[in-house]
């Protein structure tokens, strides 16, 4: 396979916040070409989770996004903290912060990007099953999430109607139905 991998001439930084950043680069194609700028969104790293409670209900989240202004469903998730210990820790963390729900078992799913021409980080997807409520939620001062629980063929049946629009979320919930033989491929 051909390399075709650019080379980074230089970086600059624009613009640094909390959980973005955005970087301009010079670079040069292996066949000499020289791309100048070239915008980098950079994120820290994600994970997602599709949960299933002991009852084999799915726990969906209601929140509103401002981006879009509208309120959706969606599926807990968070960004990789400093202090996580590993992935899972990170999943495992965010889905007691948002949801009070803790899971006897966790099975990583794999990793996806929102848009790998412009953004540097990854979305680790876990499906997290034999949920328990043991506490109450433990939110960020900027979110307001609804937790609902739905039976799988009333999400199945919210899927078909395209009720979920982060698309990442959806790459999670299309690896879960296929691992737990909900989906045929």
């Known amino acids: 396979m051909e390399d075709l991998k650019w080379k ?12 973005f950043t955005v970087r301009k680069d010079r670079c040069k194609t292996p066949q000499g070409k020289i791309v100048d700028p070239y915008y980098v969104y950079e994120f820290p790293t994600w994970v997602t989770a599709f ?16 981006g879009l202004g509208e309120t959706h469903y969606e599926i807990p998730g968070g960004c990789v903290d400093d202090t996580d ?13 948002e949801t009070g ?5 966790y099975e990583y799913l794999g990793k996806t990007c929102a848009n790998p021409s412009t953004n540097n980080n990854w ?7 034999g ?10 001062p900027n979110e307001e999430i609804h937790i609902e629980l739905v039976s799988m063929e009333h999400f199945k049946e919210l899927f078909r109607k395209n009720q979920f ?20 491929v």
């Open 51 to 66: 949960a299933l409670t002991e009852e084999n209900q799915v726990l969906l989240e209601m929140q509103y996004r401002h």
């Open 8 to 19: 980074t001439l230089s970086s600059e930084y624009l613009f640094k916040d909390l959980w």
């Open 123 to 129: 979305m680790h997807m876990f499906l997290a099953t």
């Open 165 to 184: 629009v982060q698309s990442m979320h959806v790459t999670c919930m299309l690896y879960a139905l296929q691992r737990l033989g909900e989906l045929k």
């Open 85 to 97: 210990a590993s992935l899972e820790a990170a999943i495992k963390r965010e889905l007691k912060e």
């Open 131 to 140: 949920g328990k409520k043991t506490g109450e939620q433990q939110l960020d």
């Open 101 to 105: 729900y803790e899971f006897s078992k």
